[in-house]
Every structure is written in structure tokens, then in C-alpha cells.
């Protein structure tokens, strides 16, 4: 598995992102620093072109703009079309109606591979009472195990819960990852470059449960380095940048915590 992010560097996958303005320079720069090659996109006209030449297709609705709803539900579609692996990060999605509305949209009309959200977007995606503010979650309860797994059933794709851990499953293996600070909440982004980090890797055409346990420690190795020594948060920001870009398949197995807390017999 630690081999992907080697991978990753030789074959240079191209990641398509519909992403939101507040993060798409960190989102193309965390792309570039692990190897991979980002094109952002908000063109109706360059759906069809730029997807059947990805590797990869990364849809983020964190800033929700009226006039690009409609693309984001076109490119999912085309990335069904070019049978091109597609992440969505549901962003907000229990912040208002509207969100929530669009989020059953897309994930009625497109079938995705990966959905990563924090753990109150998950919760929330699977009916349940969730406790946040706007985009952040406020949630971080011992039911995850079974949420993640539920929701990984329930959409037929890999599924991340991002939180104090993060949890991911396929719906039947649920994987736990110890890596990461309380820095990475401390600055805007993480979160979506982690969106970029998982369609990097996805973008491998490896297997997708692997490609997004990768991403996921990739995020929280790098934090935990970045954050050596209580690092000042904007240092703490570039230090990220600079350890993912240094990242390699030695310090990934050396630092790594991963814990398998069940498998379906």
C-alpha cells in the first residue's frame, strides 16, 4: 500500500477539481506536492473534454455558488460516463436546506467512489441527529464505527469520517487512523486538500480503500511533522506544504497508526 505514493510521482495523475474559492489554491498546491497534476474547472463548455482526460474528478460544494450547482451535478455525471473515479465532500451539508437538498441531489444522480466528511456530515448523510456550526462539526461520538460503516453500505463507495480520528470504510472493513494534530482544524483547508490528497491517489487506479487510507495518512503524518515543536500556526500551514512534498514510502511506514476495528466474517 505505502508504495502508492510512489505511484502517485511516476505517473503524475491528472485531478479535475470543482471545488469552492476559499480553498482551490491550497487544494492545487497540495496536488502538485504529491505528485500529482491539478486542473480547476468551472467551465460548462470543458465538462466532457477535461473529464475524459482525468484521472480523477474531485467535487467540493464548501462554497455554495447558484450558477455552478447544475456543473457540479454534470460533472459527476461524466465521470460516471468516462467510468473516472469521483470524491465528493459534502461541505456544510447540515448547515442549511439548501445544501442538504443539493447534497441528496448529487448523490442520487451520481454514483461516487469515495465521500469524505467530517463526522457530523456523515452522521447527518445518514438521517441522524448531529451536533455543528455552519461547516464544522461539533460531533465526534463513539457511534462512528457503525456510522461510517452504515453510510459505506448505504452509498456502495468507500466512506471517510474525518475527526479527533479519522474512520473509513468500505462497508465491511472499517479502518481507523491515529495520525494527525489539533493544528490541522486550526487553519482553513485541510479538510478539501484532503479531498485532493484522496483523488491523487485514486487517480493511481489502485485499489480505492487503499488509495484513501493513503491520502488519510498522508494528512495526519505530515501534520504530526509539521507540528514538532508546538509550531506557530502559520508556519505550521507552510511546514504542511513542505512535508507532504517530503513525504516518502519510508517515514509513511514508520509513522503511520492504523488500527483495523472490524472485518465482516
Request: charged share 25%.
Amino acid at each position: 500500500m505505502y508504495e502508492l505514493i510512489n505511484k502517485v510521482k511516476e505517473i503524475n495523475p491528472l485531478v479535475v477539481h470543482y471545488t469552492n474559492e476559499v480553498t482551490i489554491n491550497d487544494c492545487a498546491n497540495v496536488t502538485l506536492a504529491l505528485g500529482a497534476s491539478p486542473l480547476m474547472s468551472y467551465s460548462y463548455e470543458e465538462v466532457e473534454e477535461v473529464i475524459g482526460i482525468s484521472s480523477a474528478v474531485v467535487i467540493n460544494i464548501g462554497t455554495m455558488n447558484s450558477s455552478r450547482l447544475d456543473l457540479f451535478v454534470k460533472a459527476g455525471k461524466a465521470a460516471n460516463k468516462y467510468n473516472k473515479p469521483v470524491i465528493f465532500d459534502p461541505v456544510g451539508v447540515f448547515a442549511t436546506n439548501t445544501r442538504s437538498e443539493f447534497v441528496n441531489k448529487l448523490l442520487n444522480e451520481v454514483k461516487f467512489d469515495v465521500v469524505k466528511g467530517n463526522v457530523a456530515e456523515i452522521k447527518y448523510i445518514c438521517g441522524l441527529d448531529v451536533k455543528g456550526k455552519g461547516v464544522d462539526s461539533l460531533d465526534d461520538g463513539e457511534d462512528i464505527i457503525q456510522i461510517v460503516k452504515k453510510a459505506a453500505k448505504r452509498l456502495e463507495c468507500v466512506v471517510v469520517a474525518t475527526g479527533v480520528n479519522d474512520y473509513i470504510s468500505d462497508g465491511k472493513n472499517v479502518l481507523r487512523i491515529e495520525n494527525g494534530t489539533a493544528k490541522l482544524k486550526g487553519i482553513t483547508g485541510t479538510g478539501c486538500m484532503t479531498g485532493s490528497l484522496i483523488g491523487s491517489f485514486l487517480g493511481t487506479g489502485e485499489n480505492r480503500l487503499e488509495a484513501t487510507v493513503m491520502a488519510m495518512l498522508v494528512m495526519g503524518i505530515a501534520g504530526e511533522l509539521a507540528d514538532k515543536g508546538d509550531t506557530p500556526l502559520g508556519t505550521f500551514k507552510i511546514k504542511l506544504m513542505d512535508n507532504i512534498y517530503k513525504l516518502n514510502k519510508k517515514l509513511l511506514e514508520e509513522n503511520s497508526r492504523i488500527i483495523k476495528i472490524e472485518e465482516k466474517q
